[in-house]
């Protein structure tokens, strides 16, 4: 089936530093990505959908500058936290679609920033 | 106002007992799937649901989606501590389908089951 890998699983950062979140899709081609954030207990927020090739599609109240999306190929995709800080530290997940396929979910990425 | 509501938002059975989780939408539904999470992890994807009407089983996870498409029930029969985690609904509620849009989640449902 459909494999979809996330890395890094968690990452910590030091205040004012970028991170760099790689969702690759293994054995499908992926036309669209979502990338979503999660807080505990609490559901899936999408923040941003990217179609290969193309600028990414925010969420309303998502900052573009912030969160820096690229889906410069078929099989990868990434989200770059710029200048990140503690409020940014969440649980980042990324979903990707190819033609006709369903949606498969990345294992997730835990950001803490301190 | 959430736009997939999910009831209940926690559930705590004794194992071996039924239990049922309700996704309600006042918009029609368009692609209802059901995923599994445990905290700090990904989704795992259960079910899909397309057709009004439509029922999909697997082992003892029943998936319903009403006629209407509005709303959809996820039921587990004989409860395992193995079936606890968060569940979650999501559906596309644009007319274009889910064919390339995106997901809307409910707020989850945290299910305990105690052996």
């Known amino acids: 089936g459909a494999v979809v890998s996330q890395h890094p699983s968690w990452v910590i950062c030091k205040s004012g530093t970028s991170v760099k979140i790689e969702c690759r899709s293994l054995?499908?081609?992926?036309?669209?990505m979502f990338w979503y954030r999660q807080f505990p207990k609490q559901s899936l927020m999408l923040m941003a959908t990217?179609?290969?090739?193309?600028?990414?599609?925010?969420e309303q109240g998502v900052e573009k500058d912030k969160f820096l999306i690229n889906h410069a190929s078929l099989t990868l995709s990434t989200l770059t936290v710029t200048s990140a800080h503690p409020e940014d530290s969440s649980f980042y997940i990324c979903?990707?679609?190819?033609?006709?396929?369903?949606?498969?979910f990345g294992s997730g990425t835990r950001l803490t920033v301190v | 106002s959430q736009e997939l509501e999910q009831s209940p938002q926690s559930l705590i059975v004794q194992e071996g007992k039924n239990l049922t989780i309700n996704c309600t939408s006042s918009k029609t539904l368009y692609g209802l799937y059901w995923y599994k999470q445990k905290y700090g992890e990904g989704l795992i994807f259960l079910m899909m649901?397309?057709?009004?009407?439509e029922e999909k089983s697997h082992e003892k996870i029943t998936a319903k989606l009403d006629e209407k498409k509005q709303q959809s029930s996820l039921h587990i029969t004989a409860s395992q501590p193995s079936h606890a985690g968060i569940y979650l609904c999501?559906?596309?509620?644009?007319?274009?389908?889910?064919?390339?849009?995106?997901?809307?989640f409910g707020q989850g449902t945290i299910l305990t089951v105690h052996p």
């Open positions: 054995d499908f081609q992926a036309t669209t």
């Open positions: 979903s990707a679609r190819g033609q006709g396929s369903g949606y498969t």
């Open positions: 999501g559906a596309g509620l644009n007319a274009g389908g889910t064919s390339y849009g995106k997901l809307t």
């Open positions: 990217s179609n290969e090739g193309s600028k990414a599609t925010y």
């Open positions: 649901l397309q057709k009004g009407g």
